[in-house]
């Protein structure tokens, strides 16, 4: 009996140790590599938005905190892009097609922009029924209370007037 409830205390301590979001990192398709298989997604739970984007509008760069974002390409043609997270900061971009799709890793900075002549639609999944959302202008130039101008001013290597220029549009 002592060692039945050794074994099960041993193992009730082990449902504490779990990894909550267990993706740590993103791929890249390698469109050149032999290799063609694709990791499978988990869609359960995903929250959806349609996109509509006039000719030549843009999503801002954003990221969403808790979740990753799929992406899909309605109608029209849309360039796509993220930042890899420091120090390497390298964009990756891709223009997509009507039924093409991205993946947006989860808390990277990202955008998307029509390139076509005309109207573009899509329609975004995200992995989280919050999955938050940061619009980086907003957040770095149009906080409130603002930002110190000297502060930014220092951070973008400008002068503090261009700054105050910039925040006078938030």
């Not at 099960?8 to 504490?16: D, G, N, V, Y």
């Not at 006039?54 to 029209?76: C, K, R, Y």
């Not at 002068?159 to 220029?165: G, R, S, Y």
């Amino acid at each position: 009996m002592l060692s039945l409830a050794v074994v099960l205390l041993t193992f009730s301590c082990l449902a504490f140790a779990y990894e909550p979001s267990p993706l740590q990192d993103f791929s890249v398709a390698d469109t050149t590599s032999p290799d063609t298989g694709s990791p499978g997604l988990n869609t359960l739970g995903v929250s959806m938005v349609r996109l509509d984007f006039a000719p030549w509008a843009i999503n801002p760069p954003h990221t969403h905190p808790q979740a990753s974002e799929i992406f899909t390409v309605l109608e029209g043609s849309l360039e796509v892009g993220f930042v890899t997270s420091n120090p390497e900061s390298h964009l990756i971009t891709k223009v997509l097609k009507k039924v093409d799709v991205f993946v947006f890793p989860v808390g990277l900075v990202h955008f998307q922009r029509n390139v076509g002549y005309g109207n573009a639609m899509a329609l975004a999944a995200l992995s989280s029924q919050n999955p938050g959302a940061i619009t980086i202008a907003n957040a770095v130039v149009g906080s409130n209370p603002s930002n110190g101008s000297h502060i930014l001013a220092k951070a973008f290597q400008v002068d503090k007037q261009i700054v105050e220029q910039i925040q006078f549009k938030f």
